[in-house]
């Protein structure tokens, strides 16, 4: 076989692929109008928003292209653009999101709030882990981290904590929204990404074509 994938394998990566991004903006979507403090990556695209302008999903965009470059330097390889398209979709998914759901968290009420920041990070560790597993082009701060990984030798909780910290520094330096919410992400996101990636594994190994 010449290692291409058939149609219906193309299909199912694709599917894959597309799933893990919409479970993924609905989950940032959430966390982001819980208002109880985001992932350090997401009160960075907040902050810039809020105090520069543009969308939250615009700055996706932009920041991932400044990452892209970063992963090429690290990785000493040619910039993954494909990843720009990637960003592209998860950006307008954000906005997307944002727009259905700001009317369903009562931002009053606690409890709204706490289920509605829990369901997000939930979310979040899912689909990121159900697209990085169809591997058709990780958004460039996921790729960062796997990028890492191969460099460091450590496993995808400590290098996801790292990338944490990094952009926790730069969410205070432009005012994000950080509070409960983003402790309990750092401590808590590469754990929910390592369990999901373990589930996905399994879950997943049959319908997605092996490499």
């Known amino acids: 076989m010449d290692g291409a994938l ?26 982001i109008l819980a208002d109880l403090g985001t992932s350090p990556f997401d009160a960075l695209l907040v902050g810039l928003s809020e105090h ?4 939250v999903g615009s700055w996706e965009v932009l920041i991932a292209c400044l990452l892209i470059g970063c992963n090429a330097c690290l990785s000493r390889q040619r910039p993954e653009m494909l990843g720009l398209i990637t960003a592209f979709i998860t ?7 944002i727009f259905l759901l700001h009317k369903l968290i009562e931002p009053d009420l606690w409890i709204s709030q706490a289920a509605a920041f829990a369901l997000g990070m939930v979310t979040i560790g899912l689909g990121t882990a159900v ?11 996921d790729r960062l981290t796997l990028v890492l990984l191969k460099i460091t030798k450590l496993n995808i909780l400590y290098t996801r904590t790292i990338i944490y910290l990094v952009f926790l520094l730069a969410a205070l330096l432009f005012h994000g929204p950080i509070g ?8 808590l996101g590469g754990v929910i990404l390592k369990y999901w990636m373990s589930v996905t594994e399994k879950g997943l190994g049959r319908l997605l074509p092996q490499a």
């Open 6 to 31: 058939l149609p219906k394998s193309r299909i199912a990566t694709f599917a894959v692929f597309s799933g893990g991004i919409i479970i993924l903006t609905f989950g940032v979507a959430l966390t």
């Open 52 to 55: 520069v302008g543009l969308t």
């Open 91 to 97: 950006g307008l998914g954000i906005d997307m999101w």
């Open 131 to 141: 697209y990085l597993r169809a591997n058709f082009a990780p958004i460039p701060i």
């Open 180 to 187: 409960a919410g983003t402790v309990l992400t750092v401590c």
